[in-house]
């Protein structure tokens, strides 16, 4: 199975767009990588921000819930506090064990032991994380010691998320249109860059169709002058073009005219050896009817006679060649001997002349 070989313009479109895909994709990757982290690091200062009011709030708690003999828990720190809206989330580890709320717009939900276990994972490997909690999302977490107490407050990463989606969205939509967008003006660009070699296409291809072999030939196909501007690369190769058209031209006229000299020559030659070979064979027929001629003499003229024979069939040989070069036709005919036959010479070397001469009468008329 063969492949079919890609085009010029192929090549470049796929070129320059590939080359520009790579470029818009490393801008978008390094675009969305800088604003997520400017905007994690937007949480972190709100995280801890946050952090510094509801670690005071444990303190304060704890301080009470010692004196009263109460359980310290998240819940309890958050009673009664509307500092922070929807989505702020508290757990604490206390001698008295762990808890954990997140504030929803109808009042908190506790968290759940292995939500809990989870931020416990989470911030121990780093104080200040990101964490999944199951049926939560994603949380922006950090670490606080408030005594013996250990405090972790977070907040929702839902608007960096939806941000991020919404820059990516962004990004993804003008990536493709400014490509597709890309693609159209290449084409249109390299299919008119290119127009000057389908030209120079077309003006070889119908150049070689004429029958360039033989006859006259006069190349009058050429590269249109528009595409053949020398100060274009393209243009440059259509101007070559032109001249070397116009060179196998001339060097066809030239080859048209020797011939054509050829042929007149070759024409007016064997015309002109037509009346002595005639006469060489007139006067041999008319000297071997003397009886009285030694046989030496007689084979002599035999051999001449038999020579000229065959100098006559050469030279009518090309005499037909030349003409059919020519271009003209055969026109055959009979010739009628009656007249020459009437006409005999009342001697006999007249006779014996006119004999020889009706022997010859040509059989084609031109």
């Known amino acids: 199975m063969t492949h079919r070989p890609l085009t010029l313009q192929t090549r470049l479109m796929a070129a320059v767009i590939g080359f520009v895909s790579l470029i818009l994709i490393i801008v978008a990757v390094i675009t969305s990588a800088t604003l997520g982290q400017a905007l994690e690091g937007r949480l972190q200062d709100q995280v801890g921000t946050t952090a510094s ?108 998320q939806s941000t991020m989606a919404q820059l990516l969205t962004v990004i993804a939509l003008a990536t493709l249109g400014g490509l597709i967008l890309l693609a159209l003006t290449t084409a249109v660009t390299i299919r008119l860059s290119l127009r000057p070699l389908r030209a120079m296409a077309g003006t070889a291809t119908r150049v070689a169709n004429q029958p360039l072999d033989r006859g006259e030939v006069t190349i009058t196909e050429r590269v249109p002058a528009s595409e053949a501007d020398p100060r274009t690369e393209t243009g440059l190769l259509g101007a070559s073009l032109n001249k070397l058209l116009d060179h196998v031209n001339d060097s066809l006229a030239s080859r048209q005219q020797n011939e054509e000299r050829m042929r007149r020559f070759v024409a007016d030659a064997s015309h002109e050896l037509r009346t002595p070979l005639a006469s060489i064979r007139g006067y041999s027929e008319l000297s071997l009817r003397d009886r009285s001629l030694p046989e030496t003499t007689q084979t002599s003229l035999e051999r001449i006679q038999a020579q000229s024979l065959r100098m006559t069939r050469l030279v009518e040989d090309l005499l037909l060649l030349a003409r059919l070069d020519e271009g003209q036709e055969l026109v055959h005919g009979s010739v009628d001997l009656t007249q020459l036959a009437l006409e005999g010479s009342p001697t006999p070397a007249r006779r014996h002349r006119s004999t020889a001469g009706a022997s010859m009468s040509p059989r084609i008329r031109w």
């Open 53 to 160: 009011q509801t670690t005071y709030l444990v303190a304060n708690q704890a301080r009470v819930s010692a004196l009263s003999g109460e359980p310290l828990t998240a819940k309890t720190v958050l009673n009664g506090q509307h500092f922070q809206g929807p989505g702020l989330l508290l757990a604490i580890a206390s001698p008295d064990g762990a808890s954990g709320v997140v504030v929803t717009p109808d009042g908190t939900a506790d968290l759940t032991d292995k939500q809990l276990l989870e931020i416990n994972d989470a911030v121990k490997a780093a104080p200040n994380t990101a964490v999944a909690l199951e049926g939560l999302g994603s949380f922006r977490v950090t670490v606080r010691e408030a005594g013996a107490v250990a405090v972790v407050t977070g907040l929702p990463r839902n608007e960096v």
